[in-house]
């Protein structure tokens, strides 16, 4: 009967996080078995986690960092490291979505902030409309595998699992994702005879690869410098700090600092400085320093706005986590969750068969919920059925935002689509049809990922 009521309530077209916390609302009170104040119970204790708190900051961060001019910069750094490669500013669009991933944490921020920025240069350089629509649809996807991210939190909060394990997983599998997309940005340039976009030139080159290895190299060698000969840790890090921002303005790189972002996060929560929510303060901070201070490219007037849209975005996301939490409470207090777990268990015992099941089911769900409430609804169901069948739940928790995420360049409820359909002013049916070819690359690393959970789990094994 729960089931049935939601799915009346949205082929009404009544929105998603209304739905659920209605349907239990409606259920409750047509079998009155329990008082309707539970509704209402759940769903504040369902947004009562001190792991939540990193949501607002996570959104205000990247907020900050989109309107403090730092995609400029990131996509002037990905055009100097590899837009002299044919099909050049195509790879461009995914080198760029790598770097700001590492602030968004999420897949429409990067598609409404860096994505705009990437269609029209593309198309002023006379790549067609629906080809860079393509690959940017694609490589947004990498903003929640890259951490940090948005889904990463809620899965780890509903399914109690580390936040810092799976913001390290997603490393490596967004690198396979990027390697995919940039080898098919070649195979389409092959394929046209596209050549470069800007002319090979050394020193453009030789500086965007020591940005590179500043980046690379810098969280190195703090390390050896505090474990292997003693340094003071606190005294190492601010000195290091300085170091960073005085080569910074001595050799005027481009994106050194806003790359940091994720370098800073992922060190602080592997070395114990901070959580996973307080690191999502650090980062608000670090995008106040480089916007107010360093770059002085914010204002205060311009803050008081992004502290507005983050309230706004914050608000929509806790409203669908909440509502997402009685109604799948309900699932779980009427035994839903144990017939379906019954049921799955009695059909395989093979982890890799239940693997594939619900790699379909998330695809399909992804196309119809919003992510974060598609993890609220699916983690109680799915996530038992893991324990029994032995698949780590970090592994796991890849699999399915990944999913989610493919979910989102579809139609009828693709975020993702519709955003790129606006911004580059196509129909959402030509936006559908560009966005097509890109799904190879997508399901492959998602195949990947599902069947190899070693290239997923080895950081998080080695720090965790």
Partial sequence: MLKIIFLVLMAGGIPVAIAMAGSALIYIWATGNLPPFVVIHRMVSGIDSFPLLAVPFFILAGNLMNNAGITNRIYNYALALVGWLKGGLGHVNVVGSVVFAGMSGTAIA???????IEIKAMTEHGYSKEFAVGVTAASATLGPIIPPSLPFVIYGMMANVSVGALFLAGILPGILMAILMMLTVAYFAHKNGWGADIKFEWPRVIKALAETLVVAGWPVLLWV???????????????????????????????????????LLIGGMTTGIFTPTEGAIAACLWAMV???????????????????????????????????????????????????????????????????????????????????????????????????????????????????????????????????????????????????????????????????????????????
């Avoid at 990067?110 to 705009?116: E, K, P, Q, S, V």
């Avoid at 840790?233 to 290091?240: C, E, Y």
């Avoid at 806790?318 to 509502?323: D, G, Q, S």
């Fill in 225 to 263: 410098l505090i474990t292997k000969l003693g340094f003071p840790a606190q005294i190492t890090v601010f000195g290091g700090l300085v170091a960073l921002f005085a080569a910074d303005k001595f050799f005027k790189f481009q994106a050194v600092l806003p790359i940091m972002t994720p370098v």
């Fill in 290 to 464: 480089l916007g107010f201070a360093w770059y002085r490219t914010l204002n205060w007037k311009m803050f008081v706005r992004v502290c507005l849209d983050t309230v706004e975005t914050t608000a929509t996301v806790l409203f669908i986590v909440a509502a997402a939490s009685i109604f799948g409470w309900m699932l779980t207090a009427t035994g839903v969750t144990s017939a379906i777990a019954s049921w799955v268990l009695g059909f395989t015992k093979e982890a890799w068969v239940f693997l594939l099941l619900a790699n379909l089911l998330m695809l399909f769900v992804g196309c119809f919920l919003e992510p974060t409430a598609a993890i609220t609804i699916l983690v109680p169901i799915l996530v038992p059925i893991c324990q029994q069948l032995g698949i780590d739940l970090v592994h796991f928790g890849l699999v399915m935002v990944l999913n989610l995420m493919i979910g989102l360049l579809h139609p009828p409820m693709g975020m993702v689509l519709f955003v790129l359909a606006r911004v580059a002013k196509l129909s959402v049916e030509r936006t559908t049809v560009a966005i097509l070819p890109w799904l190879f690359p997508l399901l492959g690393s998602l195949l990947v990922i599902t069947y190899f959970p070693k290239l997923v789990l080895w950081l998080p094994k080695m720090f965790y």
């Fill in 110 to 116: 990067d598609a409404a902030g860096l994505g705009t």
